[in-house]
Nanobody, 128 residues
Framework: YIQLVESGGGSVRAGGSLSLSCAAS?????????MGWFRQAPGKEREGVAV???????QYAESVKGRFTISKDNTKKILYLQMVSLEPDDAAVYYC?????????????????????WGQGTQVTVSS
């Protein structure tokens, strides 16, 4: 079992930066979990943003490659998402997700249903 709590959302202007954090509460080693970030904007489908697997391999959505960086501190049990050069289309509620083990980052980044654990979400607003 793992509980996820996001923080760090807010409002920025286009071109700005934000960093999201996800504090994980679990008795297990965080390295055993496949984790990631999904987002959903009003009227849009849920979208996988970034995933990091049990060996710290990462996968990103094409729309955020080169701008977002996912990382994980297994000791502190925190997942991060560093976001730079934010665009209005990045505005959404961002969710931290986790699952035990990771079949492949390419598979799970497009399948939110593959993750059994979700945080409550944090809002990111980007103004033009």
């Amino acid at each position: 079992y793992i509980q996820l709590v996001e923080s760090g959302g807010g409002s920025v202007r286009a071109g700005g930066s934000l960093s999201l954090s996800c504090a994980a509460s679990t008795r297990n080693n965080l390295r055993s979990y496949c984790m990631g970030w999904f987002r959903q904007a009003p009227g849009k489908e849920r979208e996988g943003v970034a995933v990091i697997d049990t060996r710290d391999n990462t996968q990103y959505a094409e729309s955020v490659k080169g701008r977002f960086t996912i990382s994980k501190d297994n000791t502190k049990k925190i997942l991060y998402l560093q976001m730079v050069s934010l665009e209005p289309d990045d505005a959404a509620v961002y969710y931290c997700v986790a699952r035990w083990g990771c079949p492949s980052t390419e598979a799970v980044i497009t399948d939110g249903d593959a993750f059994g654990y979700w945080g409550q979400g944090t809002q990111v607003t980007v103004s033009s």
